[in-house]
């Protein structure tokens, strides 16, 4: 083959290999230009740019929509959620109530160290960003649209937008509305509210929402009493509490936590918020084991009642209380709160058979309630509301539908010193004065006839006996006849003066009214009988101490009022209520431990018994009330633990001495100033015997309100005995005593612990 056709084959071939439809088919020259085809046409450097700056613009113009149509929320439902904590006298949290374990704090209360531990391990950046991390969210919300997982990367301020506007469901619509919202709160917000917020917002574990709640759940302290070291464990297991909560974490779970809480200092450290040497000295902080919410076992939900209702009478609403919020610190001691507890048990309901109704019905009726108050302050130290919520719904303590009975006898001596009321025959009425206390006797001078019979039947006095005589031994037929002297609208007036309350079937204008027959509470009578020990000004029992809220504004009153009796009626009182301790119906709570004065009181048919009594220190009411436990309707206690007739001077004073001895042992007890006591005029030595189908009996008289040594003397002036005369006087109608020797004592007036008699009297 030649050269020429050599070349022609070459060309033949070339021609064979050239795409179909290419230019210079017939003459076999290329132009050097390719057509592109399919998508790849479309694919150059300017529609691609134009593609992303297109993309971007409608990014910017959607999030510039979005920011104008997405409004910053109200907080979500649960957001603001609280629960209440009730705290003992000393700061020891009591009890916590409400739907979620939350208390929320100022920036204020968290310390400086805690919040930057958080603000190192989660935002660095916090103080300086505007409230979002752009990359984060684009990582997250890849990750939620892939299904990759949650999404994550949120800033401090995300993450409480998320907490305290939205939802925690993990879908995109959500992290955007996060976003905006991130940006309009960055905005309006200051940086620190916003870090209280999120520490006061977000769930730690162990049923804890927010920082206050979380350092009482692991380390048992309110959150301002944290340590780095602390803080620094809080804000590591926040990322996942059930995984992390050392005290159920397996071995991974632990080393993951130390992993961030060793984080959490390295990075304050690189933030130069922590020195490295300080840094090279702290160790993890071992939390507490978990502990059950305080709840309202026991006592601790009738202190809360308590608590509320004394709120509510200074205008906090039941509504506002239960919105939650609050941190009320009561007045309660804890060492006497147990003391008295102690006593109820001890003294009474270990001797109650609650399970054989058979043999022991009355057992079943008993209900006991108790309010002891500090002498001088007013505070409610110590209250017994009754056995459990459980099993009694309302607090015994503050119940007023029983009669206070012969308790009520002092307002009546205090109503006649405070007025100066006379005798029927025109004699000043004190301590000193002569009463006849025949049993039955019909009260003079009163439009509503009235014959009370005294305890058992019994005729007190020869029949004239003193108005200290007749305290001491709780005398009726004498109080009766009082009351008509003093006008029972002017011993109303007083009782209300210290701080009873009117009640409907409050018998104003009759003689009755002496034997306490109108309604009354614990509480009441204790203030009652402060007001005696405090020289006349008036004590308000107050269970309250302080009571906080970010939203509302609270101030206790002040328990010590006015002065409501002259220091000289208060305190002559006081003296008569002494010899009531000393040689009277009250001798059950004699100590050598402490100077007492006090007053039984047991109202008709046994229904209810009481003692009220005070020393220097403490004022202790300590009541029992017979109540049917299916109709509820009022019955006996006659037969209380398995007994005769329970009195104030039975159960209620053994419990009253038994706590008493407890709440002031270890401190030095003091003596009442009776300085400007009165007890009026000794009378003659001498007193007529009077004739009585009744027993007569003659009580041992005390008028000094000293403890006795031998027979006092009636004139409660030298304690001296007065030796008694071998020829007494005959009778004589004339109601002025004879001068000559009194006839010495023929029966001790004092009843015993348990009277076998079921219908005994008003005592």
Do not use: C
């Not at 009561?330 to 003294?347: T, W």
């Amino acid at each position: 083959m030649g050269r020429a056709e050599a070349r022609r084959a070459q060309q033949q071939r070339g021609a064979r290999k050239a795409p179909r439809g290419s230019e210079g088919k017939s003459t076999g020259k290329s132009t050097g230009k390719k057509k592109r085809s399919g998508i790849r046409r479309f694919l150059n450097w300017k529609t691609i740019l134009g593609t992303v700056l297109g993309g971007l613009l409608l990014l910017v113009l959607g999030a510039v929509v979005l920011y104008f149509l997405v409004d910053k929320p109200d907080p979500n439902k649960n957001a603001t959620l609280q629960s209440n904590t009730y705290k003992y006298s000393d700061g020891s949290v009591m009890a916590r109530t409400g739907a979620m374990n939350r208390e929320i704090l100022p920036i204020d209360k968290i310390p400086e160290d805690v919040r930057t531990a958080f603000i190192a391990i989660e935002n660095k950046s916090f103080y300086k960003d505007s409230g979002v991390d752009v990359m984060g969210v684009a990582r997250g919300l890849f990750n939620t649209v892939t299904g990759r997982g949650k999404a994550g990367g949120s800033t401090i301020t995300q993450q409480y937008v998320k907490n305290y506007y939205l939802t925690q469901d993990q879908s995109a619509t959500r992290k955007l509305r996060e976003l905006v919202i991130s940006i309009k709160v960055d905005q309006s917000t200051d940086k620190n509210e916003i870090l209280a917020g999120y520490l006061n917002t977000n769930f730690y574990g162990r049923n804890a929402y927010g920082i206050q709640a979380a350092a009482q759940a692991y380390y048992g302290v309110d959150a301002d009493k944290l340590t780095l070291e602390q803080g620094a464990y809080l804000a590591a297991v926040i990322q996942a509490p059930s995984q992390y909560d050392w005290a159920t974490a397996g071995p991974n779970g632990k080393r993951l936590v130390m992993i961030r809480f060793n984080a959490v200092l390295d990075n304050m450290v690189e933030m130069g918020k922590l020195d490295q040497a300080k840094r090279a000295t702290l160790k993890f902080q071992e939390p507490i084991k978990p502990k059950p919410l305080p709840g309202m076992d026991g006592q601790k939900g009738y202190l809360v009642q308590a608590a509320k209702k004394e709120l509510g009478k200074q205008g906090i609403k039941d509504a506002d209380i239960t919105a939650g919020g609050w941190t009320i610190t009561l007045n309660v001691d804890k060492k006497k709160q147990a003391a008295l507890e102690k006593a109820v048990q001890d003294e009474l309901e270990s001797k109650l058979d609650r399970k054989d109704t058979k043999e022991r019905p009355q057992d079943q009726s008993v209900q006991a309630g108790a309010t002891s108050v500090d002498a001088k302050t007013g505070a409610i130290v110590a209250m017994y509301g009754g056995v459990g919520l459980t099993e009694k719904a309302e607090s015994n303590a503050l119940r007023t539908d029983y009669q206070p009975g012969s308790t009520f006898k002092p307002v009546v001596l205090a109503t006649a010193l405070e007025t100066g009321a006379k005798t029927q025959d025109g004699r000043p009425i004190t301590p000193n004065a002569l009463y006849d206390g025949t049993s039955k006797r019909p009260v003079v001078g009163s439009a509503t006839a009235f014959a009370p019979q005294n305890q058992d039947d019994i005729n007190y006095g020869d029949p004239m006996l003193t108005v200290q005589e007749a305290t001491n031994s709780s005398v009726n037929s004498v109080y009766a006849q009082m009351i008509v002297d003093a006008k029972p609208e002017k011993v109303k007036e007083t009782a209300l003066a210290l701080g009873m309350t009117d009640r409907d079937g409050w018998p104003a204008d009759r003689p009755a009214m002496s034997l306490g027959t109108m309604s009354a509470n614990t509480v009441e009578m204790a203030g009652v009988y402060a007001t005696f020990g405090s020289h006349g000004k008036k004590v308000t029992p107050t269970i309250v101490k302080k009571a906080e809220h970010a939203d509302a504004a609270f101030k206790p009153v002040n328990p010590i009022g006015a002065q409501v009796l002259t220091s000289e009626t208060a305190d002559t009182v006081t003296k008569v209520l002494t010899g009531v301790v000393e040689d009277g119906s009250g001798k059950a709570v004699r100590s050598s431990a402490y100077e007492a004065a006090g007053k039984t009181g047991t109202t008709e048919s046994n229904v209810a018994a009481w003692f009220t009594g005070y020393t220097p220190e403490l004022v202790t009411v300590v009541a029992m009330f017979g109540e049917d436990p299916n109709t509820h309707n009022q019955v006996t206690l006659t037969g209380t633990a398995g007994k005769g007739r329970a009195g104030g001077s039975s159960f209620p004073a053994q419990i009253w001495q038994a706590y008493t001895l407890a709440a002031l042992k270890g401190q030095t007890t003091g003596q009442f100033d009776l300085s400007d006591a009165e007890m009026g005029t000794p009378p003659a030595p001498t007193r007529s015997p009077s004739p009585s189908s009744s027993q007569a009996i003659t009580p041992t008289p005390s008028t000094s309100g000293t403890r006795p040594t031998g027979t006092p003397d009636p004139s409660g002036s030298s304690g001296k005995p007065t030796p008694p005369t071998k020829n007494p006087t005959p009778p004589t109608k004339n109601p002025t005593p004879p001068t000559k020797d009194p006839t010495p004592p023929t029966k001790d007036p004092t009843p015993p612990l348990f009277p076998p008699n079921p219908n005994a009297q008003q005592r």
